[in-house]
């Protein structure tokens, strides 16, 4: 019978022996966090043996998240795409939706103001001819429009309606060659008549030699002319010296909606007397 | 048919214009597309074509922008006319004759609306000679792109139909 070879376990015998030590001495050394040498070794080397499993782990999670859980991406991101196109013109709906609001709320604030019948209207056409100013609304005799009826916005005064049919109707803009509007200037009272001039401004003509007249007076309709009410703003005077420049109140360029004053203000009943007084009577 | 086709040329060009005064927010376009569309049907037409289609829109314009009902009427008439006229006695087939033709028109038309609402004292023009010249200048740019869609549109499905069949024979051979 052969001997069994010893050596070997000599070796495996004496490694044991020398980790049983290590592990009897370090249960009885602290180290400098307090804790044993085996505890502190057992934490590292688990620790250790935790980051590597984590780093594993995640390395396997980065490549599921990153390319196998990515297999309907495209299809998401073409979604998503779409979603966001379809947002981007829900915004700018939106903001143009807002923007009429605060355009009608304005209107609205005006009508409240006015103590004249009005109503409003959208502009939806321009002049059909070059060598005259003037403007198409969305509101004709059907809505109780009428010639020379006066146009405003709570800006300003527009014009006059020239013409109408029963849907629609056109207004003639103050700044127009052949449109005269008798005003006041300012503080100092004076009347004119403002005229279309050239590049959209208008020009104050008939003033008295004894007329003053100073850059930025605002100017208001005089209501002498039988068309317009007393008091509408015009514009604002933008050069004196030579003849009187008015820059208009209201930016014809961007105009969208209006208010055609249909009736001027109701006149003011007189007092009534009271019941009991006309019985005594 | 021609009568149809003018009118309904007429009342595009009424819409475009309004339609365009619109959308550029001007109150005041360089470009009168209703007396292009009256001189392209007078040269297409004739004078009598020209003169009836121009009565037609200088009214429409007149009555649409509460001017005097006529004066428009009238240079838009004498404009169209003039331009049938020209046209059946030159031949006005290049790129330069109608272009003059087309600013000669306007200047026609400028003259007596201008002519007869100064005459008449209803309307100021501070600078109408500029007014006229550029007016001028855009008809014509705008007549010249007009008359040659005018030209090419008709018988383009003809010719796309030719150059296919060209393009299979070359093609077998």
Same mark, same amino acid.
């Given at each position: 019978?052969?001997?069994?070879?010893?050596?070997?376990?000599?070796?495996?015998?004496?490694?044991?022996?020398?980790?049983?030590?290590?592990?009897?001495?370090?249960?009885?050394?602290?180290?400098?966090?307090?804790?044993?040498?085996?505890?502190?070794?057992?934490?590292?080397?688990?620790?250790?043996?935790?980051?590597?499993?984590?780093?594993?782990?995640?390395?396997?999670?980065?490549?599921?998240?990153?390319?196998?859980?990515?297999?309907?991406?495209?299809?998401?991101?073409?979604?998503?795409?779409?979603?966001?196109?379809?947002?981007?013109?829900?915004?700018?709906?939106?903001?143009?939706?807002?923007?009429?609001?605060?355009?009608?709320?304005?209107?609205?604030?005006?009508?409240?103001?006015?103590?004249?019948?009005?109503?409003?209207?959208?502009?939806?056409?321009?002049?059909?001819?070059?060598?005259?100013?003037?403007?198409?609304?969305?509101?004709?005799?059907?809505?109780?429009?009428?010639?020379?009826?006066?146009?405003?916005?709570?800006?300003?005064?527009?014009?006059?309606?020239?013409?109408?049919?029963?849907?629609?109707?056109?207004?003639?803009?103050?700044?127009?060659?052949?449109?005269?509007?008798?005003?006041?200037?300012?503080?100092?009272?004076?009347?004119?008549?403002?005229?279309?001039?050239?590049?959209?401004?208008?020009?104050?003509?008939?003033?008295?030699?004894?007329?003053?007249?100073?850059?930025g007076d605002q100017v208001v309709t005089a209501g002498v002319d039988g068309i317009y009410q007393k008091g509408i703003v015009v514009g604002y005077v933008e050069r004196v010296g030579g003849p009187v420049i008015v820059r208009p109140a209201v930016d014809f360029t961007t105009l969208e909606s209006v208010l055609i004053v249909v009736a001027p203000a109701p006149q003011t009943a007189p007092a009534r007397p009271p019941a009991d007084a006309k019985a005594r009577q | 048919m021609k009568a149809v086709r003018t009118i309904a040329a007429v009342a595009l060009a009424l819409i475009l214009q309004s339609l365009l005064a619109r959308m550029t927010g001007s109150t005041r376009l360089p470009v009168d597309l209703v007396l292009v569309v009256v001189v392209t049907t007078a040269l297409l037409y004739g004078r009598v074509a020209g003169?009836?289609?121009?009565?037609?829109?200088?009214?429409?314009?007149?009555?649409?922008?509460?001017?005097?009902?006529?004066?428009?009427?009238?240079?838009?008439?004498?404009?169209?006319?003039?331009?049938?006229?020209?046209?059946?006695?030159?031949?006005?087939? +290049?790129?330069?004759?109608?272009?003059?033709?087309? &600013?000669? /028109?306007? @200047?026609?038309? #400028?003259? *007596?609306?201008? %002519? =007869?609402?100064?005459?008449?004292?209803?309307?100021?023009?501070? +600078?109408?000679?500029?007014?006229?010249?550029?007016? &001028?200048? /855009?008809? @014509?740019?705008? #007549?010249? *792109?007009?008359? %040659? =869609?005018?030209?090419?549109?008709?018988?383009?499905?003809?010719?796309?139909?030719?150059?296919?069949?060209?393009?299979?024979?070359?093609?077998?051979?």
């Amino acid at each position: 019978m052969a001997l069994p070879d010893t050596r070997h376990h000599v070796r495996y015998l004496f490694v044991a022996v020398m980790v049983g030590h290590i592990l009897l001495i370090s249960t009885q050394v602290t180290s400098r966090s307090g804790v044993s040498l085996l505890q502190a070794a057992l934490m590292s080397g688990l620790t250790e043996a935790q980051r590597a499993v984590w780093t594993v782990v995640g390395a396997g999670h980065a490549v599921w998240d990153n390319y196998v859980a990515l297999r309907g991406a495209r299809e998401d991101n073409q979604r998503l795409s779409r979603e966001a196109a379809d947002l981007r013109v829900q915004l700018q709906q939106e903001r143009v939706a807002s923007q009429a609001v605060e355009r009608l709320r304005a209107l609205m604030d005006m009508r409240a103001r006015v103590t004249w019948t009005t109503t409003g209207a959208d502009v939806i056409g321009g002049s059909v001819s070059p060598e005259f100013q003037s403007i198409v609304i969305d509101r004709g005799s059907d809505a109780g429009l009428r010639l020379d009826m006066p146009v405003i916005t709570p800006a300003g005064l527009v014009g006059r309606v020239v013409w109408a049919s029963a849907h629609a109707a056109t207004v003639q803009l103050i700044v127009d060659k052949s449109a005269a509007t008798a005003v006041i200037v300012g503080t100092s009272r004076a009347q004119g008549v403002v005229l279309g001039d050239r590049e959209g401004m208008l020009r104050l003509d008939y003033l008295t030699a004894f007329a003053k007249v100073q850059r930025g007076d605002q100017v208001v309709t005089a209501g002498v002319d039988g068309i317009y009410q007393k008091g509408i703003v015009v514009g604002y005077v933008e050069r004196v010296g030579g003849p009187v420049i008015v820059r208009p109140a209201v930016d014809f360029t961007t105009l969208e909606s209006v208010l055609i004053v249909v009736a001027p203000a109701p006149q003011t009943a007189p007092a009534r007397p009271p019941a009991d007084a006309k019985a005594r009577q | 048919m021609k009568a149809v086709r003018t009118i309904a040329a007429v009342a595009l060009a009424l819409i475009l214009q309004s339609l365009l005064a619109r959308m550029t927010g001007s109150t005041r376009l360089p470009v009168d597309l209703v007396l292009v569309v009256v001189v392209t049907t007078a040269l297409l037409y004739g004078r009598v074509a020209g003169l009836l289609g121009g009565t037609l829109a200088g009214l429409a314009q007149d009555g649409l922008v509460g001017g005097v009902i006529g004066i428009g009427g009238m240079a838009s008439s004498l404009a169209g006319f003039l331009a049938g006229y020209i046209g059946t006695q030159f031949i006005v087939t +290049q790129t330069i004759p109608r272009f003059l033709l087309f &600013a000669g /028109a306007t @200047a026609v038309h #400028g003259a *007596v609306f201008m %002519g =007869l609402y100064h005459l008449l004292g209803l309307r100021r023009f501070d +600078q109408p000679f500029l007014d006229v010249t550029v007016q &001028a200048l /855009a008809n @014509a740019a705008a #007549g010249i *792109v007009l008359f %040659g =869609l005018v030209e090419t549109l008709p018988g383009l499905p003809e010719r796309w139909r030719i150059w296919r069949e060209h393009r299979r024979k070359v093609r077998f051979h």
